[in-house]
């Protein structure tokens, strides 16, 4: 693939990662540290916002502030946060109902399309779409 990304992480997976959970799968984890010898993997500009309200709302609890936390995941140097740009933005709006219609959803999957790099989510709605390779 070159100098392209070859994973990308879904929120939760980027989550499960950064904390070193053990809820990433074992090939999850395995496709996560055979990319990472290439090179950077990539997450979502969206996951940002998608932790960010999680927190917010309850439904995440970090082990700092989210703010610290976020400003900290921001600097390392083995991720890549991806911007949603027009070609991403544009492809996450044209797929069919067949995808799932959640937008973070869709643009993080719009991100690995875009990309061609594999996705590592344990979305089984995502893996179904059959729009991007999945990862669990």
Do not use: C, Y
Request: glycine share 8%; net charge negative.
């Amino acid at each position: 693939m070159g100098n392209e990304p070859v994973i990308v992480l879904d929120t939760h997976a980027l989550v499960w990662w950064a904390t070193g959970s053990d809820q990433l799968s074992a090939r999850a984890t395995k496709a996560i540290g055979e990319a990472l010898r290439e090179g950077p993997i990539v997450a979502s500009a969206i996951s940002i916002l998608e932790i960010a309200t999680a927190v917010r709302r309850g439904r995440l609890v970090l082990s700092r502030p989210v703010e610290d936390w976020l400003s900290d995941l921001r600097t390392l140097p083995e991720l890549r946060i991806e911007p949603v740009g027009f070609d991403v933005a544009s492809r996450a709006g044209t797929w069919g109902d067949a995808m799932p219609g959640d937008p973070a959803d869709r643009l993080i999957a719009a991100t690995a399309f875009v990309l061609g790099a594999r996705l590592v989510t344990a979305d089984e709605r995502l893996a179904e779409a059959k729009v991007v390779r999945t990862i669990w």
